[in-house]
């Protein structure tokens, strides 16, 4: 067993639970920088470089910053143990979400750093703790990371623990997905195995006090628990608060880091003369739904191909001002406890609105699970309904007014012939391209055209758009169920996923296959999907599709991928655990959204399940997920930490409206949080778009009388902004006033920021 020896000041006496500011200037030593910290506009790179600059500096809160903080923030440091120079990145005793957002506020984190007001966590977010590294990287922490637990109920005896975790490129607070340790350390007693097995999850010496257990599964629990021989009290002063589902109890637990950033490797760059360029974020929606009134409840199911699915909204698709959702549901309801309405398996709702739509009202008989719009702007409806409002020839397929719900007459195209075990002839997915709809599912008959035509088409088809006559030169056949169909914008070719194992009499295709759009043959050179190699049975994939010039998808073994266009060979993986496959996939403006029932934890850049393994981050996962296209990268800022599923099905539609809202449809059941209540949801979720727009610049820069004056900017939400002060290489004073006293000579630049974090240009220079 091998032992890495830990310094001597890992002892229970620690001198950290205090609060305090700093008031005067410590005394300087020669060190890496001359920034005390004590005001913004000599804020240092790191509570570890002013200690070092500064030697009598005393525990307490201080500016700092780096090129990836961009602004000067105040964090509280502990100047004293082993040397001092450690931030505090969270605190708190039961309740840690380990989410990617972090909780509460950083005034709260750095002004209640112990005591029962600090019970409650307040946690720094992803971004900001990788901003205080400045680059480096968390499995690089020369120190590790360090945690200080209490060991009794009244917070008077303390131990020390630190982690030095194997493979983290970037900071992840989801340590109850287990990230790999090379070392562990509780009190004196160490640990090393090179991360075999060892993991934040779950780690120790015994079930008392040497073990810190993270996988507590009640959100009011959550915490660095203790061993089961470790009890506590559920007081609101106590320290220890009992543990629950085989744990000991929770102890409140300060984390500390000691990034060694000093002024050389802090990362600012010289801004020249016509100052900083303009900088917004990348598009994306906001974590938050928006509130709607109106949803879709009551499960049930008649002859259903997919009976363990019991979420109530499966489809979503807008046409004119109308978003339908067409799923497994009786009802449409009026909110929370609210007066309900018959209309089971598709209803319509005001796209901006939520508001429900009476007047469209068609009869069916089964589950809607695929929704599209037609080129002349009605809405296709699929699946396992032998009919709808009585017309003939509507078995699994049809197009209705969108108005009035009637069936278009001059669209006839509907499947017969049931496989795959199932009671009815059913479509599962339907895609328009060109004239075409593509169609899959459990039929061998796809029968349309005026003429009523009928092609041999097992699984797989198309259909005219005009008057669906069914093609019968375009044929593949697959040996089980298609579940997800789309073609690709070149033209070329045709993606299907689903749960076979055999296409065109080929066998070996597992779950996806990439088909000629001509021919419907199977495209040549196309590796085989990298999936987990477990048991086959488990080898089905709900989605595939083409975007950017690279291929996506996802399904069993909880995996979302992406793979080059070329020759299908793995660029990028994730799995996803606890909870389930991925159920549906698609791209907007660069992002992929994969919705699943994975709740709890997204593993980077691994495809084995059900322990993931070699992953680089582990992320919160919550039913919902979005990723940059390029790479599949997790956009931690897109975190539906609201999402509450009711049956724990997640999500299994989505679209994106012409307001540029991504629309999910699945079970959820709860939307966001205002004034201490979540929001209802029924079945569906729509996500607007984040503020992009960079405010005005700032005009007329000048100084006098030992001050900066500007005209003010404005920014698009309305809102004044706020405007960040530069000299020489960074941002040294924060402030919505349009003056400042100059703190200093110096090169300067103001730029304006608003609410989200979008920067206008700056200002060009000037010299004082």
């Excluded at 750093?113 to 600090?118: F, Y």
């Excluded at 220890?240 to 990362?267: C, M, N």
């Excluded at 409002?389 to 009035?404: H, K, M, R, V, Y």
């Excluded at 070996?508 to 999936?531: H, S």
């Amino acid at each position: 067993m091998l032992r890495r020896v830990i310094s001597a000041a890992l002892t229970l006496g620690v001198a950290t639970i205090g609060v305090g500011a700093v008031t005067s200037s410590p005394a300087r030593a020669t060190g890496p920088t001359v920034h005390a910290g004590l005001t913004s506009d000599d804020a240092g790179p790191s509570c570890w470089a002013i200690k070092q600059s500064f030697p009598s500096s005393n525990d307490g809160i201080y500016w700092l910053n780096t090129a990836a903080l961009i602004a000067p923030q105040q964090f509280y440091c502990d100047m004293t143990t082993d040397g001092g120079g450690w931030v505090l990145v969270g605190r708190g005793r039961n309740g840690w979400r380990f989410h990617n957002v972090g909780q509460s506020s950083a005034a709260n984190l750095r002004n209640f750093v112990n005591g029962p007001s600090a019970f409650w966590p307040a946690v720094l977010a992803d971004k900001v703790v990788d901003g205080l590294l400045g680059g480096q990287r968390p499995d690089a922490l020369n120190d590790g990371i360090r945690l200080v637990r209490a060991t009794n109920t009244s917070g008077t005896s303390w131990q020390e623990g630190r982690w030095y975790v194997a493979s983290t490129k970037t900071w992840s607070w989801a340590f109850s997905g287990g990230e790999p340790m090379t070392t562990m350390v509780y009190g004196s007693s160490s640990y090393t195995d090179g991360h075999n097995g060892l993991s934040t999850a779950n780690s120790g010496f015994d079930n008392g006090y040497l073990r810190a257990t993270l996988d507590v599964n009640h959100k009011q629990t959550k915490g660095f628990a203790y061993g089961t021989w470790v009890s506590g009290s559920s007081s609101s002063t106590s320290y220890l608060y009992p543990g629950i589902s085989g744990s000991g109890a929770v102890p409140f637990t300060q984390v500390w880091i000691r990034p060694r950033v000093d002024d050389a490797t802090s990362g600012f760059t010289t801004v020249s003369d016509s100052g900083t360029p303009e900088s917004t974020l990348s598009w994306l929606p906001k974590s938050d739904p928006q509130t709607f009134t109106w949803g879709v409840v009551d499960p049930q199911k008649v002859a259903d191909p997919d009976s363990h699915n019991d979420a109530p909204a499966q489809a979503l698709q807008q046409v004119g001002n109308t978003m339908f959702v067409g799923g497994k549901f009786a009802n449409v309801q009026n909110g929370a406890g609210g007066a309900k309405y018959n209309q089971p398996w598709l209803a319509g709702f005001d796209v901006q609105t939520g508001v429900w739509i009476p007047s469209f009202h068609p009869q069916l008989d089964g589950t809607v699970f695929s929704l599209a719009a037609s080129p002349d702007g009605n809405l296709i409806v699929a699946g396992n309904f032998t009919n709808i409002n009585g017309a003939p020839n509507t078995s699994g397929l049809a197009e209705l007014d969108p108005i009035t719900g009637e069936v278009v007459s001059s669209f006839n195209a509907h499947v017969t012939n049931p496989r795959f075990g199932a009671a009815r002839a059913h479509v599962r997915k339907v895609y328009v391209h060109d004239n075409w709809l593509y169609v899959v599912g459990g039929f061998n008959r796809i029968v349309g055209g005026p003429t009523s035509k009928t092609v041999y088409a097992l699984g797989v088809g198309r259909v005219s758009l005009t008057d669906g006559t069914p093609d019968y030169k375009w044929k593949a056949t697959v040996d089980l169920t298609p579940i997800d169909v789309f073609a690709s914008d070149d033209g070329n070719r045709v993606y299907i996923a689903g749960f076979f194992h055999n296409v065109n009499n080929t066998p070996g295709i597992d779950a996806v296959a990439v088909l000629d759009t001509t021919t419907g043959a199977l495209v040549p050179g196309m590796n085989r999907p990298q999936f987990d190699q477990g048991n086959s049975r488990y080898w089905y994939q709900y989605a595939a599709f083409e975007y950017n010039g690279n291929i996506y998808q996802g399904g069993s073994q909880h995996d979302l991928q992406e793979y080059s266009y070329n020759d299908y060979s793995l660029l990028a993986s994730h799995i996803t655990q606890w909870g389930g496959d991925f159920q549906t996939a698609r791209a907007y403006h660069g992002v992929v959204f994969g919705g699943c029932h994975c709740y709890f934890y997204d593993y980077a850049n691994t495809d084995t399940w059900p322990t993931p393994t070699n992953f680089d981050r582990v992320e919160s996962s919550n039913w919902f997920n979005a990723y940059d296209a390029n790479g599949l990268v997790k956009e931690t800022d897109f975190d539906p930490v609201w999402a509450m599923a009711s049956s724990g099905e997640g999500t299994w539609g989505q679209t994106i409206d012409n307001y540029d809202c991504v629309w999910a449809a699945g079970d959820m059941n709860r939307g966001a949080l205002h004034n201490g209540v979540y929001d209802w949801l029924g079945g569906f979720a729509r996500f607007c778009p984040r503020d992009t727009t960079a405010p005005g610049v700032p005009t007329n820069l000048k100084a006098s009388g030992g001050q900066l004056l500007w005209t003010s900017s404005t920014d698009d939400s309305g809102v004044a902004p706020t405007y960040e002060v530069l000299r020489d290489d960074r941002v040294v004073i924060s402030t919505t006033s349009r003056k400042i006293t100059v703190p200093g000579p110096g090169r300067y630049f103001v730029r304006a920021i608003d609410a989200t974090g979008n920067r206008s240009a700056s200002t060009s220079v000037i010299v004082l």
